[in-house]
């Protein structure tokens, strides 16, 4: 008789689905009081502050703090050689040549540095540049003077320095191969580097253009960098560049 009386009674109280159904009505009230509290202006407000700002205009390739890094980086590169490179680069002929003389004062393969390893595979965009109304081919004394100067303040000093070839090329190759030569110009013409220049580049032009030593200056134990030998590479004339 207990059996079928608990027949009985489970009958007569099956499992209600209304009930679940009330329970899901209740999470579903829930989930929309608590949208209705991000709605209100404190909310909103709240999103908005919180969310990561991004400015309008396309995405650049390289960032700046890389693209200064870059280019910081060619700046010391190319001033510890320019002496011997200025000449050279200025008579070049071809994006081979250009390759030859980079390859010349490069570091061997397994200890170059990234800005290396970007420009060395990358010398037509800086031929181009040797020969583009950009670069500035005479620099007028006073800039000279002025980038050489070490008495001036930060900010003078970096616009004189900032006209010196060995920066006009870092400048412009800083962002190839990422982005062209003369986008990379723009953004980094527009942030001069704070980089000291390069001993060897200061000698030398005080004594291309007769200006005198800085006074106080130690040179005792300095060292100057040597370059490769150039390996022959011919050019559209069939003439060759000298080591």
Same mark, same amino acid.
């Given at each position: ?13 099956? $499992?209600?689905?209304?009930?679940? @159904? #009330? /329970? ?11 949208? !209705? *509290? +991000? ?56 994006? $081979?040549?250009?390759?030859?003389? @980079? #390859? /010349? ?11 290396? !390893? *970007? +420009? ?124």
């Amino acid at each position: 008789m207990g059996t079928d009386t608990r027949k009985e009674n489970s009958a007569e109280h099956p $499992e209600n689905p209304v009930s679940k @159904l #009330e /329970a899901r009505v209740a999470q579903l009230e829930e989930d929309v009081a608590s949208l !209705k *509290r +991000l709605a209100e202006p404190r909310g909103l407000n709240w999103l908005l502050f919180n969310h990561k700002k991004v400015k309008p205009g396309a995405r650049e390739k390289v960032e700046d703090e890389d693209l200064f890094r870059y280019r910081d980086g060619l700046i010391r590169w190319l001033e510890a050689y320019w002496p011997w490179m200025e000449n050279r680069l200025r008579e070049v002929e071809t994006a $081979e040549q250009v390759g030859a003389i @980079l #390859e /010349a004062v490069s570091e061997e393969p397994d200890l170059r540095r990234d800005w290396q !390893k *970007r +420009l060395l595979p990358n010398p037509k965009p800086l031929f181009d540049f040797l020969f583009h109304e950009r670069f500035r081919k005479t620099l007028p004394m006073t800039t000279l003077k002025d980038a050489l100067d070490g008495t001036l303040d930060d900010r003078k000093w970096r616009r004189a320095a900032n006209q010196l070839p060995t920066r006009q090329i870092a400048n412009a190759m800083a962002g190839v191969p990422d982005v062209s030569w003369r986008r990379s110009l723009d953004r980094c013409s527009a942030h001069p580097s704070a980089v000291h220049i390069a001993l060897n580049m200061d000698l030398y032009y005080r004594e291309v253009y007769g200006l005198p030593i800085r006074s106080k200056r130690d040179l005792t134990g300095l060292t100057s960098p040597l370059p490769k030998p150039i390996k022959p590479v011919a050019n559209g004339s069939n003439g060759k560049i000298g080591s």
